[in-house]
């Protein structure tokens, strides 16, 4: 397989090792010693050694979420999924991915979003016309919001009304480009997909990002691919907390909380406290065992398109975490996570967007 020197390192190092095998919310799930990262490197080092064809290992490589807790808890450097990403993109190129995943990234390059949607709900359709008219603030919701999640979007919408912000919402939202770099990574079209997104965000002085995977995405990868915006870029999240600080959003809930950090504010961009002065105004906060930078992802979206029983087994462990320590109600910052919660049928914890809280919802 054609790889990195450096990823061939990484990989060398990682297959023998089990210093994340705990950390792994995936193989957490499914208790599988195949779904862990060192599992991962082994399979990947047995295909550069000849020894196995690069589509028996394909199914493992799509089950990791890329959340980055065995690069967190790695205190040697290695990065497993520096090579879990190469490994896609080599797929990619040599035609190898699973048929799923090509159905997915044809979904990419065809509709925008890896679920094929074309047609949003008519409470978000109705919302966005509202704020048509261009302004210097861009709010980009993200294709998981806009088609899997719409009545998330429309209250995201609502809580930025509501705190009397102007701010610009487009009805044909182009992609990130942060779905195809999951799926295929630094590939050519995800580098045309963000580069078309760039210059959107171009024609305005802030863009906001609902879905902490665009923040991550813009913010970080965009660089790494060779991609700019001339625009400010910023969280969904530290908007709020701006807001907050300013007294245009207050209002106490009575509820006790904990907060669920989604991996790309907390370790990838190092964003942790805003969230919690959010909350900290509209309840009472306490904290989960692994919070912050330690954080334990709950799940998303678009493994749940693939994987589905693994993603409600993910989410079934988070609650779990919740409730282990005798808390009700747990709020999340990012809307792949907080469907990946609501999937799970239970009634013992409250599941809570930002938003949800804000309005009282």
């Given at each position: 397989m054609n790889m990195s020197e450096k990823s061939k390192a990484h990989v060398d190092a990682c297959r023998f090792?089990?210093?994340?095998?705990?950390?792994?919310?995936?193989g957490n799930a499914t208790g599988h010693e195949r779904s862990t990262p060192r599992a991962r490197a082994l399979g990947i080092s047995m295909v550069n050694r000849g020894a196995i064809e690069l589509e028996e290992i394909m199914d493992n490589i799509y089950e990791c979420g890329g959340c980055g807790g065995c690069v967190r808890e790695c205190v040697t450097g290695w990065d497993p999924v520096m090579f879990t990403k190469e490994t896609r993109l080599e797929a990619a190129l040599e035609d190898k991915l699973p048929s799923y995943i090509n159905t997915?990234?044809?979904?990419?390059?065809?509709?925008?979003?890896?679920?094929?949607?074309?047609?949003?709900?008519?409470?978000?359709?109705?919302?966005?016309?509202?704020?048509?008219?261009?302004?210097?603030?861009?709010?980009?919701?993200?294709?998981?919001?806009?088609?899997?999640?719409?009545?998330?979007?429309?209250?995201?919408?609502?809580?930025?009304?509501?705190?009397?912000?102007?701010?610009?919402?487009?009805?044909?939202?182009?992609?990130?480009?942060?779905?195809?770099?999951?799926?295929?990574?630094a590939a050519e079209e995800t580098k045309e997909q963000m580069a078309a997104a760039a210059k959107v965000?171009?024609?305005?002085?802030?863009?906001?990002?609902?879905?902490?995977?665009?923040?991550?995405?813009?913010?970080?990868?965009?660089?790494?691919?060779?991609?700019?915006?001339?625009?400010?870029?910023?969280?969904?999240?530290?908007?709020?907390?701006?807001?907050?600080?300013?007294?245009?959003?207050?209002?106490?809930?009575?509820?006790?909380?904990?907060y669920q950090d989604p991996f790309q504010l907390a370790r990838d961009l190092e964003e942790t406290e805003e969230a919690r002065e959010v909350i900290s105004a509209f309840a009472t906060l306490h904290e989960l065992h692994l919070n912050r930078v330690e954080t334990v992802w709950a799940g998303n979206i678009l493994m749940a398109q693939y994987i589905p029983d693994v993603m409600k087994k993910v989410a079934q462990r988070r609650l779990f975490n919740v409730k282990s320590i005798g808390e009700k109600a747990i709020v999340t910052a990012s809307v792949s996570e907080y469907v990946s919660l609501k999937s799970v049928e239970q009634n013992e914890v409250e599941i809570l967007s930002l938003e949800d809280l804000i309005l009282g919802e």
């Open positions: 090792c089990w210093m994340c095998h705990h950390i792994c919310p995936i997915m990234v044809d979904n990419c390059l065809e509709s925008g979003n890896a679920y094929g949607k074309t047609a949003l709900c008519a409470r978000l359709s109705e919302a966005i016309a509202k704020h048509a008219a261009v302004t210097d603030t861009l709010l980009y919701l993200g294709v998981d919001a806009r088609y899997m999640a719409c009545e998330q979007a429309v209250k995201a919408i609502s809580v930025l009304e509501k705190a009397g912000v102007a701010f610009t919402v487009l009805a044909d939202e182009l992609p990130t480009g942060a779905q195809l770099d999951f799926l295929i990574g965000m171009d024609g305005y002085k802030t863009v906001i990002f609902y879905d902490p995977a665009d923040a991550k995405t813009v913010k970080q990868t965009y660089g790494a691919y060779g991609v700019e915006t001339a625009a400010k870029t910023v969280t969904y999240t530290s908007v709020l907390a701006d807001l907050v600080k300013a007294g245009k959003l207050a209002g106490k809930s009575g509820k006790t909380v904990v």
